[in-house]
């Protein structure tokens, strides 16, 4: 029985003696086997833990039987353990593991410690050697596509370009350690609901793929680049609007025609690129955003003449309670069932805007298209157009009539 994963063995004297030291985790393979010269197991106390290191193959020995004082497994489902021994007083810390193999391993140290099943019990001969696990795959031709061998669960970065997928292998979910995934040029047409299951990725390239929708896939939280161009897609979904961490997002040539409303949450994001889709107007909510590079060129945008409002015509009026309860439940970003709220109020929360200073509003009857330059939106910007022309069209709910003034000098 063998286990790949990052150890950490810690003394635990060393700090009864005052002395500051960290451990330092390492590569390395842990084994189950038998004591040297013994070819079958006589008792358990032949059964020994080795550590393997590329530093050291022959591993560091422990006893097993009567010097395993705990198991600590509180955190088995992220592949981390830890193996608490006697003599020495040693703490044996698991990270990085495959959960599956780890619970495996951990099944076959308890048959030892309470000396069951050792009919089924399979013990392994030390590595001649220990190679670093494989963190990076790179596969670019369909016959190279491991149908059978499965995926290396070290795995961080993983790139299938160019083999005609037209889905995304569930045996992808299974790689918790995945930070990086590529699965560009390729032809898939839907992804997995549950992408979130991911919980270490924070980039995925999904370029030139067929792509019709991603409005019901969950999105890993800790998402920073996502890579969408070159696919069908008509619109995004809210879900994005709340990811925390997204820096760049890249959606060009796709036939989008609207932005989300709430696109104006990614406080984080810095690139932009919505070039060669079908964009007529940005929410209002979009000046809350503070971006680097922004790339508008080549939308439907809609021809807006220049033509301030009077101040006097914004229509101010005290909000009702409906209005009140609905921008508190936003503003507070409460979560909410049909079961919690009157459906009349489900369906008003609905119908909200957003105001460019970020406030929600409820009321559109003074909303109005206006200009605004690309200048004010980002550091760097592409032209929206071939002929020269410096401003898009922005969609206007103004909240007072401070932002209704404010909304005519952009």
Same mark, same amino acid.
């Given at each position: ?17 005052? @002395? ?31 550590? &393997? ?8 020995? !422990? ?12 955190? @088995?489902?992220? =592949? ?13 810390? @698991?990270?990085? #593991? ?5 619970? =495996?391993?951990?099944? #076959?140290? !308890?048959?030892?410690?309470? %000396? ?11 590595? *001649? ?10 596969? /670019?031709?369909?016959?190279? !596509? ?6 290396? *669960? /070290? ?21 918790? %350690? ?6 560009? %040029? ?14 270490? +990725? ?19 939280? %800790? ?60 929410? #209002? ?31 101010? +009026? ?22 919690? +709220?009157? &459906? !009349? ?20 009857? /003074? ?17 929206? =157009? ?16 401070? &932002?209704?003034?404010? &909304?005519?000098?952009?």
């Amino acid at each position: 029985m063998r286990l790949n994963a990052e150890i950490e063995v810690l003394s635990r004297i060393v700090p009864s003696l005052n @002395i500051k030291r960290k451990g330092k985790a390492m590569k390395a393979t842990l084994v189950l086997s038998r004591k040297l010269n013994v070819n079958s197991i006589s008792n358990m106390s032949d059964v020994i833990l080795i550590i &393997c290191t590329s530093q050291n193959p022959a591993g560091m020995k !422990y006893k097993i039987v009567k010097n395993v004082d705990m198991v600590f497994t509180k955190f @088995i489902q992220e =592949g981390k353990a830890t193996i608490r021994l006697k003599e020495p007083e040693h703490d044996i810390i @698991i990270k990085k #593991a495959d959960p599956v193999h780890l619970k =495996g391993f951990l099944n #076959a140290l !308890y048959c030892i410690l309470r %000396n069951k099943n050792l009919d089924k019990l399979h013990l392994s001969a030390p590595p *001649s050697q220990v190679n670093h696990p494989k963190t990076r795959l790179i596969i /670019s031709k369909r016959q190279d !596509y491991p149908i059978r061998a499965g995926f290396p *669960s /070290s795995l961080s970065t993983l790139r299938i370009q160019q083999c005609n997928l037209c889905r995304v292998d569930s045996r992808i979910l299974n790689l918790h %350690n995945l930070q990086t995934l590529d699965l560009s %040029n390729n032809l898939i047409k839907v992804l997995p609901a549950n992408l979130d299951h991911l919980t270490r +990725l924070v980039e995925i390239n999904l370029n030139n793929n067929k792509l019709e929708h991603v409005c019901d896939v969950k999105f890993p939280r %800790n998402l920073e680049v996502l890579s969408l161009n070159y696919n069908q897609l008509q619109t995004l979904p809210e879900q994005l609007c709340f990811m925390e961490k997204l820096k760049i997002l890249s959606v060009s040539n796709n036939i989008l025609q609207a932005l989300p409303e709430r696109i104006g949450f990614l406080k984080t994001l810095r690139n932009f690129n919505v070039s060669n889709n079908s964009l007529k107007l940005l929410p #209002a909510s979009f000046m809350q955003l503070r971006l680097n590079n922004l790339d508008l060129y080549n939308n439907a945008w809609v021809p807006v003449s220049v033509n301030y409002k009077d101040t006097d015509m914004f229509i101010s +009026l005290m909000p009702s309670l409906l209005e009140c309860s609905a921008s508190v439940i936003v503003k507070q970003r409460l979560y909410y069932t049909p079961e919690d +709220l009157p &459906c !009349y109020l489900i369906d008003y929360l609905k119908c909200g805007h957003w105001c460019v200073c970020g406030k929600p509003v409820f009321c559109t009857n /003074s909303s109005f298209i206006t200009k605004v330059s690309v200048r004010a939106l980002a550091q760097t910007t592409v032209l929206p =157009g071939n002929c020269g022309e410096a401003t898009v069209p922005l969609q206007v709910f103004p909240c007072s009539q401070t &932002c209704w003034l404010k &909304c005519q000098f952009y």
